[in-house]
């Protein structure tokens, strides 16, 4: 191992399992501590310390064979994941210093080949794979959320040449949208356009160049148009060869386009965006929730959530998050195992359902302190 990777390795322990030893006494809520557990269990048991990388399986049976190659490590989907639940904790811990290790494990995978620069899906030294669209949308939403939280630069910058390389996979093919991934040019998908609506609206946000706002709702149009379905969710993708729907249902494909119609309100206050950010929300809260379990994995109920969690600046009803606790509460109670990591029907669940619930834990740790939340 060599000395970079050894003082990266300490970094990460020492942020995620000790860094905000101080904070505890002020930010003590239940979440907070599920947070905590959960962020020692992750660092505990998928952190490979001979390698310095993360393991995408705990068992090792479950991870991919892919072009005659073990892929043990995780893929870049993980730590767009984990990415996301370190922004979370900086919100409570200021002094974590959680993202920038995390940014440096992926820049591994980041693949500067033209049209545009971007992140592939597996560690570039070791038989990189594809560069998918969505995969560098959420690290655009990632940096921007951390832009506007800390103004810095290099957020910024990271944000913009994500919105560059996605806007790469965008054509008038079915009138518009973003394909899934580079080079596929059979799908265009909601994961692909929802996500890439929020990367051009919080681009318009910090810098307020109307090219970006007018793209979002370009892309924001040709999403419903295509994929919301009657009842105000949101299918998965269309096929370009013959315009036929894939009509799976998954929370974050609702989300993003719920948090676009959010982030279009805040930017026009013209109501017609909230409007339809309300209607979005209420069906989906019947759909994902109404069981008292969550319907899908964790991660793509963390990208609702945090839909949820914006649109309450402008609808002061908890009902969403409420909801989305109850399901929260029995994971919590049911789902946990002896060491602290959260299982599904096949066991041990992987590393991004793992910080997509790091995540949604963050965020209640913030919630909790803001909200009544006993309903």
Known sequence: MNIQKHSLLFVLLLTFVVGSTS????????????????????????????????????????????????????????????????????????????????????????????????????????????????????????????YARTKKKADLDLGKAMYDFIMTGHDQVLGGGIYWKEGDLSSKNTCSNGPGALVALQMYEATKKKAYLDTAIKILNWTDAKLQTPEKLYWDNIRTKDGRVNKGILSYNTGTPLEAYVYLYEITKDKKYLDEANAIADASLTFFYGGGKFRDDYWFNAVLLRAYQHLLKFNKDTKYIIGFKK????????????????????????????????????????????????G
């Open 23 to 146: 904070a505890q006494t002020k930010t003590g809520g239940y979440y907070y501590k599920e947070t905590k557990a959960l962020q020692a269990a992750i660092e505990k048991n998928f952190h490979d310390k001979k390698s310095g990388e993360y393991f995408v399986e705990l068992d090792p049976a479950k991870r991919e064979v892919k072009n005659g190659y073990l892929r043990e490590y995780t893929y870049l989907w993980s730590y767009c994941a984990m990415y996301q639940a370190a922004n979370e904790i900086e919100k409570l811990e200021p002094k974590a210093n959680l993202m920038a290790p995390m940014l440096k494990l992926m820049y591994e995978y980041y693949n500067p080949a033209p049209p545009a620069a971007g992140f592939t899906d597996y560690i570039m030294r070791l038989k990189p794979g594809e560069r998918y669209y969505d995969d560098n949308e959420w690290i655009g939403i990632t940096a921007l959320d951390a």
């Open 327 to 374: 399901a929260l509460d029995y994971t919590l109670q049911h789902e946990k195992n002896e060491q602290g990591l959260f299982t599904g029907r096949n066991g041990v669940r992987n590393l991004v359902d793992h910080g997509g619930l790091l995540e949604i834990l963050a965020r209640y740790a913030w919630l909790e302190k803001q909200y009544d939340l006993k």
